[in-house]
């Protein structure tokens, strides 16, 4: 079975593995981290907290009925 929330949270995570190792290997390598490397992890961080929000609710709405 399959939710609407699944694939926005999936892309969302992805986004923020994608920020993280791009920071990490900015630092690794010496090189100042870009600002839109740090403004596009706090979206994806965001909206990735949204996405599971909307989940919880999803679920306790299915639960409840």
């Known amino acids: 079975m399959t939710y609407d929330y699944e694939a926005p949270l999936r892309h969302w995570t992805q986004q923020v593995n994608f920020y993280e190792n791009s920071i990490i290997e900015c630092e690794e390598a010496g090189k100042p981290i870009p600002a839109e490397y740090r403004h596009g992890l706090n979206l ?4 990735k907290k949204c996405w599971l929000e909307a989940a919880k609710e ?4 299915k639960v409840a009925k």
């Open 58 to 61: 999803e679920m306790a709405a």
């Open 44 to 47: 994806a961080k965001a909206s």
